[in-house]
């Protein structure tokens, strides 16, 4: 298994620009989300998903679009970057047990 | 969702066992309490959780207080890749979102 994929790694945008961060994962894993990670700070949720077709807001959800059309994948829209959503992304998926499994995240800078 | 409170940072000598404390005096009877650690700026790690009763596993033993208002993490025997971000969250179940605090800093000296 490749676990939880994130792609890309690195990630420079504009302000105003729109992209999407892609998130997949192979264990057939139910629950999906996103968070966002600033410079010295925890976690936050942006978006999660508890199975396909069912989202949900987290924490801190504006300028973020998700959609869940399969369990595998969970991608997360920025609609037009601001240089406040320069972060670093992580995806996370779980199945029916206690353990969420992170993926590598992605580094996004908006200038 | 009840919240958490953690020292901000700790230091351990290699080899000896650290202990982390956690704070969450507000916790619900059907809430369990995970620990996730972040090494560098990988992504968070599973540890272990716990409802009520002690904990252990490979990495670490969890130890819960009777009325549950507090909890501590050990690291039996620290080694200097245990040097990490510890987070300590509070949850329903397996099926509630996990709310991340800002942790505890812990730095694992030789």
């Known amino acids: 298994n490749a676990g939880v994929t994130q792609t890309p790694k690195f990630q420079v945008l504009k302000t105003g620009q729109s992209m999407t961060l892609q998130c997949a994962q192979d264990?057939?894993?139910?629950?999906m989300s996103w968070y966002r990670q600033d410079p010295g700070m925890g976690l936050r949720l942006i978006h999660y998903?508890?199975?396909?077709?069912?989202?949900d807001q987290g924490e801190v959800p504006n300028g973020y679009n998700v959609s869940r059309s399969t369990t595998e994948d969970f991608p997360l829209r920025l609609l037009s970057a601001a240089p406040s959503q320069t972060s670093v992304y992580f995806c996370?998926?779980?199945?029916?047990?206690?353990?969420?499994?992170f993926g590598p995240g992605t580094r996004l800078t908006v200038t | 969702d009840a919240k958490t409170t953690q020292p901000p940072s700790m230091d351990c000598a290699e080899g000896r066992a650290a202990n982390l404390p956690c704070n969450h005096s507000t916790i619900s009877g059907n809430e369990y309490v995970y620990w996730y650690r972040q090494i560098h700026s990988q992504g968070p790690q599973y540890i272990i959780h716990g409802l009520k009763n002690n904990e252990t596993n490979e990495m670490a033993s969890l130890i819960i207080t009777e009325d549950r208002k507090s909890s501590t993490l050990i690291l039996p025997h620290a080694t200097l890749r245990d040097t990490a971000v510890y987070y300590c969250i509070v949850r329903v179940g397996n099926t509630d979102k996990l709310i991340f605090g800002t942790g505890t800093r812990l730095q694992v000296f030789p």
């Open positions: 996370a998926s779980q199945k029916n047990t206690y353990e969420q499994y």
């Open positions: 264990m057939n894993h139910e629950y």
């Open positions: 998903s508890v199975g396909a077709g069912i989202t």
